[in-house]
């Protein structure tokens, strides 16, 4: 069972390790705006940064419709590029390449009131709906033949509305009153219903933990680790669960080794500024479950067969995060937690108790992960 269980640890790290690089180059965008358009950028970048997603925005005065099909180059093999033109009034073409630049997308979206706040967030919407989308494993609907041929149509010039003076009051008793029309934002082919911003993003990771013993014959109790949580832009929850890996314990009288796991559920509150984050998580719930296997080293020294002692934990912990791009994240958390039982190993010497290793009852423990998140 021992072996069984690290066998199933050292799996989850070596995949998350060999997923890394694929996931960080898998979410690298490339985005075209012409003509620049400085309001929609803030848009976009709170999207990709809610992704996860690395992207480089390039405005421009211009772009040619065809561009899209072909100015295609090897260092774009894994990158996902958008276009954004917004040179026809009343109108905007989104045209999404997949990497390798053979599969394409194409959406117009009509404005009537032009690139109000509505429009903007509908082009948001849009580009983060088609890139997930991607990324979750389907595939764009335009072969390169038929993405040519639909770039050759433009989009028709959408004349501005023409504004009527109300009438005047026939009477002073008669007051019109005034009808609002809500911006229009149709999308040709697909209806795009109104955009919600994502509240959670989540995320999975592998990493070490280390907790202070506090022992000269335990000092130590270490060894890898798997977390799982999620957070918002003020709060975050997380699962972390442990493999205590066999840690020898050494004394005159009774040596051995302890192994075992634990499993501890914390949440909290978070704060992010830009690729950094910081988490307080005042409420930290757990258990450890510690498998002890004694052996007496002094003649008259009796050491207990091998036995598992289960302790409830509570504590708190806080921490830092570290996004790099395409969901990658370095997180670091301190935590204090506190045994309510107690653990403590003891040997008969001679026909007296004696202690072999007293754990604290209030124990540091310190996680270093790597996690992956959208």
């Not at 940064?49 to 992207?55: E, I, K, M, P």
């Not at 690139?115 to 997930?132: H, K, M, P, Q």
């Amino acid at each position: 069972m021992t072996r069984n269980l690290r066998l199933v640890v050292l799996s989850l790290i070596v995949g998350v390790a060999a997923w890394a690089p694929r996931l960080l180059h898998a979410a690298s965008l490339r985005v075209v705006v012409a003509p620049p358009h400085a309001p929609l950028l803030p848009v976009l970048q709170e999207r990709f940064l809610r992704r996860h997603w690395q992207a480089r925005i390039e405005q421009r005065e211009r772009v040619d419709r065809a561009e899209p099909t072909t100015q295609t180059m090897a260092s774009d093999a894994a990158v996902v590029k958008v276009f954004i033109d917004l040179q026809t009034p009343g109108w905007a073409r989104l045209v999404f390449v997949q990497p390798g630049g053979e599969r394409f997308t194409i959406r117009d979206l009509r404005f009537a009131q032009g690139l109000n706040e509505v429009a903007r967030e509908t082009i948001g919407f849009v580009v983060d709906s088609a890139v997930d989308s991607l990324f979750a494993g389907l595939q764009f609907e335009l072969s390169r033949n038929d993405a040519e041929v639909a770039l050759q149509k433009a989009p028709t010039p959408v004349a501005p509305e023409p504004v009527t003076p109300p009438a005047r009051p026939a009477s002073p008793v008669s007051v019109p009153v005034p009808v609002v029309r809500p911006a229009a934002a149709v999308v040709r082919e697909n209806a795009i219903a109104t955009p919600t911003p994502a509240r959670w993003s989540r995320y999975v990771g592998a990493g070490y933990s280390a907790s202070a013993a506090g022992t000269s014959g335990l000092a130590w109790l270490a060894g890898p680790s798997l977390l799982l949580g999620q957070h918002s832009s003020r709060t975050q929850t997380q699962l972390e669960v442990g493999w205590l890996m066999s840690t020898p314990i050494s004394g005159d009288v009774v040596a051995g080794d302890v192994w075992g796991a634990g499993g501890r559920a914390s949440g909290g509150w978070r704060w992010s500024r830009g690729a950094f984050a910081f988490a307080l998580l005042p409420v930290r719930v757990g258990v450890e479950v510690l498998r002890v296997n004694p052996e007496a080293q002094t003649t008259g020294a009796t050491a207990a067969s091998a036995q598992t002692l289960v302790s409830p934990l509570v504590g708190a912990a806080a921490g830092a995060s570290w996004r790099v791009g395409g969901g990658i994240t370095f997180m670091a958390f301190m935590a204090a937690d506190v045994d309510l039982r107690g653990t403590r190993f003891t040997a008969q010497n001679s026909g007296t108790t004696q202690t072999v290793a007293d754990v604290w009852r209030v124990r540091p423990c310190a996680t270093l992960a790597v996690a992956w998140g959208h």
